[in-house]
């Protein structure tokens, strides 16, 4: 503005002192340009809207599109407005948006990019520059963003369409002596009909056959709940990169969850890992786009705070989402060792739920860790996460103490969980 007041100043002195009309007639067309300029494009800005428009959940290898809504809603046409929208490296993929437009007046332009989940977590997209001004550049640029918003990605998920375990290890139901808790799901025979018995018991083939009403028995079962014991406790894995074990940990809660879940099973999570989400002044790292997990000695000044609230056994697809995106956001950390951890974090469980323990290894402390729920009334399976050749040694250190260990540290042997049990009995 300054340099353009002073052009227009020796303008007047020099049409003044030659007395040339031309110049006269250059200085109005350009105070005219910048007055028509300062009154549009303020108000050309104010009218101008724009949104984000994408899935806010992602899976691993998904590729998101993200399509950036641009309306003009003023009477007047804009003349030129750059968009540049600011995306992480790691979520990067095609071409990046930077684009330069005009807008008729009430027009709605659409302008999309897409990001590949390579990378579970929580993430920011955003913000999206706008920059506007006139076509002769004389009155400022106008800057507004569109601010950022937030993309989930969860945790890759290994099928496990045929998972296999015996009976005995409830994923559904165990045996019960208390009648109230028949499963219709499991016949036992037939008996003559009492007072009180419903008419969907009722045996009509066998009743028309002895001519006297006979109605199903069932064996009584009771309906158990599995709850996924996930241990992030850093120390805890001393096997290679501890992160890469800690994030295959991670994949495999995940893979259980969702099979449980299409199981149309109650499935729950406990984790000693923390949420960057859970502190207050949490931030984005600007060259991933992740989010910041807080600093070491904040954790160790007040590890609960970090440490998220149990999401207790339910079922059904949103419950998944939930867990899930828990899963997406928690990272591993130095919190409380498991052993100390295990016992107080199952102790809102009802009793007999089957506890998915997945943690480094099975040493000898861990083992009586989980002895300890055993006698607590629960039924825990040990899934050692880090590569162990002597296992046979912890399975049958497992077994004695009263449950079932097994060594999942590469996808491949998420593949033995697939051989057939029959009735109850474990390879």
Known sequence: MGNFSALIIILLLIAFYLRVDFIFYVIYVSVGIYAWGRWLMPRAQKNLKSRRRYDRQAFWGEVVPVIIELTNGGRLPVPWIQLQESVAIQLKHGKPLHQVVSLRRSETAEFEYTIIARRRGYYQLGPLRLTTGDLFGIYPEQVAFLPADHLTIYPRITPLTQLGLPSRLPFGTI?????????????????????????????????????????????????????????????????GNRQDIAEWAIEVAASLAAHLVNQRQSVGLITNGIDPLASQQHGFDEATGRLLRPSHAEIQANPAAFIPAAIPPRNGRPHLIKILERLARIEA????????????????LNWGVTILAITANGSEAVCQSLHRLVRAGFNPILIAIEPNYDFGLVRERARRLGFTAYNVHTPRDLDRWRRPYQMGVAP
């Open 333 to 348: 950390e130095e919190t409380v060792p498991f052993v100390d951890w295990a016992g107080s974090a199952c102790s809102h």
């Open 175 to 239: 045996a019960s002596h208390q009648r109230l808790f028949e499963d219709p799901a499991r016949p036992m025979g037939i008996r003559d009909f009492r007072s009180g018995d419903t008419i969907r018991q009722i045996n009509w083939k066998a009743s028309a056959h002895t001519r006297n009403l006979m109605v199903k028995t069932f064996q009584p079962a009771i309906s158990l709940e599995t709850a996924v014991l996930l241990n992030l406790h850093t120390p805890d894995y001393t096997f």
